[in-house]
């Protein structure tokens, strides 16, 4: 196979009946079906996904998996199973639009040191409410940035401010990460680096990848050529505290992980004050459940310090790039 696009599912038999058939649709033809397969991993789901793959989707493979790993462990079991060229990590709840993948397969093929892309990712609910033109999604919208204290950003979206589509983010650009909603990796590069670390369970976890691969010397990019639609919070909606937690220890973790000495202690000192200034901010807001979330965070990160250490300590002595050009010069929370 020269690529599998693979989904990951847990109990989500809604999503699949809504948006796997543009999958199927789009991305599987009579030419290129000895190419090209779409895969289903399923993380030991309850309901009806099983039967609604076997009766509806024939055409569509299925790993199945025990039970739910996450989405970190579940892709890094399904892609032990894939021999592609390459394989297209696709969220349960993405819209695909004719040709989407071609743009994505050339692009790799034609630059070998690249080893992640993605499409330009939309909003699926502004183009259901019929907005012109429709906004850029959450997760990944043109492309993922960070900055100087490991805070994630996109070309379309800063912290919660999500920008329209005017075709402003329209050329190919070189990214620090590329979304886990829509990410197509060369498999064996994904592979050789471990994939993703199943520690983080869920969140963030594609960034620390695209970091790994970074300091591996591989680029990025977003292509815009290529668009999908995301509807955002399938797994778990953006309010809710689980992902508040997932996302600050997370960040902990991975800048932990990665920074290299002569910035690891400066941003974490930063990145203290202002976490708690962030729990501060949630309790004036009433989200108290927040708030917690954001305590538990930093200290289940310090429980989880030993294990990462250990992780760091390799990844640094293996860095052939040790702090990659494409982190942003500029702090995103003072920036408009």
């Known amino acids: ?35 090209i397969e779409v895969v289903v991993a399923d993380n030991g789901s309850t309901d009806d996904s099983l ?28 892609i032990s199973l894939i021999d592609s060229d390459y394989t297209v990590l696709l969220n349960s709840d993405v819209e695909v639009t004719p040709g989407w993948l071609t743009p994505l397969l050339q692009y790799m093929d034609q630059h070998p040191q ?20 429709v906004r850029f ?33 329209d050329t190919i650009a070189p990214v620090f990460w590329t979304s886990g909603a829509a990410m197509c990796v060369r498999t064996q590069v994904y592979k050789d680096l471990g994939g993703l670390d199943p520690d983080f369970f869920a969140h963030m976890e594609e960034i620390d990848l695209c970091w790994r691969m970074q300091c591996q010397g591989y680029q990025l990019v977003c292509i815009p050529q290529s668009a999908v639609y995301h509807l955002g919070g399938g797994a778990l909606n953006y309010g809710n505290p689980r992902k508040t937690y997932l996302n600050f220890r997370n960040n902990l973790l991975m800048l932990y992980k990665n920074l290299p000495a002569s910035r690891l202690w400066w941003v974490l000192s930063c990145r203290f004050f202002l976490d708690y200034a962030a729990a501060a901010a ?14 538990k965070a930093r200290y289940d990160f310090l429980k989880m310090i030993p294990v990462f250490r250990i ?26």
């Open 1 to 35: 196979m020269h690529c599998s696009v693979v989904i990951l599912n847990w109990n989500g038999v809604d999503m699949l009946r809504r948006y796997l058939p543009s999958v199927v649709r789009h991305t599987l033809t009579p030419a290129n079906k000895e190419q």
């Open 51 to 78: 039967t609604l793959l076997s009766e509806q989707f024939p055409e569509v493979k299925l790993i199945p998996l025990d039970r739910n790993y996450g989405f970190a462990e579940g892709y890094n079991r399904a």
């Open 114 to 133: 690249t080893a992640a892309c993605q499409p330009k990712i939309l909003s699926w609910l502004s183009r259901e409410a019929g907005d012109q033109p």
């Open 137 to 169: 999604e959450h997760a990944g919208a043109a492309g993922g940035l960070i900055d100087l204290l490991g805070y994630p950003y996109c070309r379309g979206r800063r912290m919660s401010e999500v920008e329209t589509d005017h075709g402003q983010y």
């Open 282 to 295: 949630f309790l004036l807001k009433g989200q108290t459940a927040d708030m917690k979330a954001v305590f």
């Open 311 to 336: 992780k760091r300590q390799t990844l640094r002595q293996n860095a052939r790039v040790s702090y990659p050009d494409t982190i942003s010069r500029k702090f995103i929370l003072l920036s408009r």
